[in-house]
């Protein structure tokens, strides 16, 4: 979907204040209520904004460890059985089908740098994981983010 400076603008102002109402929006941005509830609804409608829930810190939740783990797993159980099966360890956040020497790519966290290896046990438990490689996350100087790509989107008309 292509987006314009509008659909950024106000992709921003809910990205600051997720609990802004249409009509503040409105007010902010300058336009009409109506004008930012269409273009809201047009960008859930077309994929662009996924959710209005609250955004949840797996550090918060005391998981400070994360780690990103290529995984080669069993062809026999297939992509989707593994997948089934990683959705059960509840410290697998992301799954990712890559190309390259793994099958797959995950993102996890634990409690501690001790608690990873539970984790990795509880992973490779699933039958489904025949190895494991992981890289252990030391810092995040630019944490996941959205917003400067749907900026640059609407430069690009």
């Known amino acids: 979907m292509k987006i314009d400076a509008l659909d ?3 992709l921003g102002e809910f990205s600051s204040d997720p609990r802004m109402s249409v009509l503040e929006a409105s007010r902010v941005l300058g336009v009409a209520r109506a004008t930012v509830q269409s273009r809201l609804d047009k960008l859930t409608r077309e994929g662009v904004i996924t959710g209005w829930g609250p955004h949840l810190s797996a550090e918060g939740l005391g998981y400070p460890v994360r780690a990103y783990c290529s995984l080669a797993i069993d062809q026999d159980a297939g992509h989707d ?3 089934a099966a990683l959705s059960q360890v ?3 956040l ?3 089908t ?3 020497e793994s099958d797959l790519m995950a993102c996890i966290v ?3 740098n001790d608690d990873l290896q ?3 046990d509880a992973i490779i438990a699933t039958r489904t994981v025949l190895r494991s490689s992981s890289l ?3 810092n995040s100087p630019i944490p996941l983010r959205m917003l400067p790509l749907a900026r640059a989107a609407a430069q690009r008309g």
């Open 94 to 96: 992301e799954l990712h």
């Open 90 to 92: 509840p410290e697998v």
């Open 98 to 100: 890559v190309s390259g």
């Open 8 to 10: 950024a603008r106000i």
């Open 81 to 83: 059985g593994v997948a």
């Open 110 to 112: 634990a409690t501690s």
């Open 136 to 138: 252990v996350v030391l």
């Open 118 to 120: 539970r984790v990795l």
